[in-house]
């Protein structure tokens, strides 16, 4: 079983940033696929970005490419999620998401444990 908690959210202006966090429970934290999505009202849950075992290999959605980065410390089992240049479009809930596979996949059936999400408000 693996618990995340995601934290960091919060109300910001547009152009500014956060950092979000998510801290896993579990051993084997640094075996997991790390990835972020979000939810909109009334809309379909996105594809942010994710993130490998090692940290070697990043995706990101077309979106947010170029204004947000994800990164791990796995001697913390925490995944963090910089988000630049922020725009009132990326108003949402924001969730992490781990998967027990290698492979980092955009697709949120493809991820097995989620945390409660958090709230990003961007105001113009």
């Known amino acids: 079983q693996v618990q995340l908690v995601e934290s960091g959210g919060g109300l910001v202006q547009a152009g500014g940033s956060l950092r979000m966090s998510c801290a896993a429970s579990g051993r084997t934290f640094n075996r997991y696929v790390m990835g972020w999505f979000r939810q909109a009202p009334g809309k379909e849950r996105e594809f942010v970005a994710a993130i490998s075992w090692s940290g070697s290999t990043t995706a990101y959605g077309d979106s947010v490419k170029g204004r947000f980065i994800i990164s791990r410390d796995n001697s913390k089992n925490t995944v963090y999620l910089q988000m630049n240049s922020l725009k009132p479009e990326d108003t949402a809930v924001y969730y992490c998401?781990?998967?027990?596979?290698?492979?980092?996949?955009?697709?949120?059936?493809?991820?097995?444990?989620w945390g409660q999400g958090t709230q990003v408000t961007v105001s113009s």
């Open positions: 998401a781990s998967r027990i596979m290698a492979l980092v996949l955009t697709t949120p059936d493809d991820y097995g444990y």
